[in-house]
């Protein structure tokens, strides 16, 4: 099994951030991450809204600032694995040598001397339909929780449950391949940009779109994979039955520590304790930078964040070359990242 420098798990702004630190010192990475996409709290819950506190860039929309961290790192050597949540760290031995090991919910395993919690809030979790026993079992059987392509829905019957941007824009996207695009809600007014739902609207007038309010769930029919779905009307309590090839649950993420909170951790509530030396946890090697850490006076912003895995970062090199001064120089003169660069003396 390949070792790797750093393991970071969440793939968030800070631990981008940690590629990029970890790289100047010549050291890989390999990142995991629960979500489909990296970027964490920006990428998933703020996208379009603007930072304007980080150092020197004077305006940046959430999804810019991913965007800008990915343009950072890739000079620099990293994995990134997605779709997957870190469920078990271990300690394990190679000859005399300490390791952690880490598995994921896909059955990875992956191993490294450090190993960097960037996990920030928890790892986001879609929120399930309400009162439908297991729908999980029709997962890539017709049951989804985001879009991941949009080809899988060419020419299907399609239902979207939900009254945000997600659930609007897909309504609106997806009406020009589908067969057919119902979009439930339990009531008649959205939360979503006003603009979507306008055009949203405006298939509903043209029959592009089926819109159906005030509905909930009632059950799934499916026998191995979807084939239809039923539909509670919130006025008149009766049940509706439709066929449907695929039923898109777009209720938002909730954030989950879950697996976190049984590594033996030292913890403060919900967070990671650590120190400010290096950002350690009580386990040598175990590292916690971003939002997941506490110590006095810690502030939930991406700024401390990038300082506290710089410092991080530091450690992980000590542990790898033990007895080794860590090498200190600005990134203008960083023979590493000049070389990547292509930067020509
Ligand atoms: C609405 C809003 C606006 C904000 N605006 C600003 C702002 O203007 N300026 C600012 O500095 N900060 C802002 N913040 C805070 C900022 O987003 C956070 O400080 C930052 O995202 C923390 O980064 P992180 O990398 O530590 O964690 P996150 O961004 O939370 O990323 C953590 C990642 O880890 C993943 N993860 C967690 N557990 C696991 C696991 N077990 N396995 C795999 N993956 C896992 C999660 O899926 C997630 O992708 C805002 C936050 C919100 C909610």
């Known amino acids: 099994m390949d070792k790797t420098d750093i ?8 631990g981008l951030f940690t590629v990029f630190e970890a790289g100047l010192l010549g050291l890989n990475c390999t990142l995991i991450d629960n979500l489909d996409r990296p970027g964490g709290q920006c990428a998933e819950l703020y996208p379009e809204k603007p930072i304007y506190d980080i150092p020197g860039v004077p305006f940046q929309t959430g999804q810019e600032h991913v965007n800008a961290l990915l343009k950072q790192i890739e000079p620099f050597e990293y994995d990134l694995y997605l779709d997957q949540r870190v469920d078990s ?4 031995k190679d000859g005399d040598d300490d390791y952690w090991e880490v598995i994921t919910t896909e059955n990875k395993k992956f191993i490294s001397k450090n190993i960097f919690i960037a996990a920030g809030a928890g790892s986001f979790e879609p929120r399930r339909p309400p009162n439908i026993d297991n729908p999980d ?6 049951v989804s929780y985001a879009v991941r392509s949009v080809d899988q829905y060419k020419d299907k019957n399609i239902f979207i449950f939900g009254g945000g941007d997600s659930a609007l824009d897909w309504t609106v996207e997806l009406s020009k391949k589908a067969k057919s695009v119902s979009l439930v809600h339990r009531r008649d007014a959205f939360r979503g940009a006003q603009h979507t739902e306008e055009m949203m609207r405006e298939l509903v007038k043209n029959g592009k779109v089926n819109l159906l309010t005030p509905y909930l769930i009632d059950s799934i029919k499916g026998n191995g994979k979807v084939e239809g779905v039923s539909l509670k009307n919130f006025e008149s309590n009766e049940i509706e039955s439709h066929d449907a090839d695929e039923l898109i649950f777009l209720f938002g993420l909730n954030k989950k520590l879950g697996p976190l909170l049984e590594w033996n951790l030292e913890l403060n509530g919900k967070k990671i304790s650590v120190n400010t030396e290096n950002f350690q946890t009580n386990k040598e090697g175990i590292f916690a930078v971003g939002d997941i850490n506490d110590y006095p006076g810690k502030m939930d912003l991406i700024l401390s964040g990038f300082h506290e895995t710089t410092l ?5 090199y000590k542990r790898i070359n033990p007895g080794e001064r860590v090498p200190f120089g600005y990134t203008t003169s960083n023979s590493k990242l000049q070389e990547k660069l292509g930067v020509k003396k």
């Not at 760290?89 to 394990?92: A, E, P, V, Y």
């Not at 079992?137 to 017709?142: D, E, L, P, S, V």
């Not at 991080?312 to 992980?316: F, H, I, N, R």
Request: hydrophobic share 50%.
């Open 7 to 14: 393991i970071v798990i969440g793939a968030g702004p800070v």
């Open 89 to 92: 760290l271990n300690q394990i």
């Open 137 to 142: 079992q029709y997962i890539n059987k017709g």
């Open 312 to 316: 991080a970062v530091q450690e992980a």
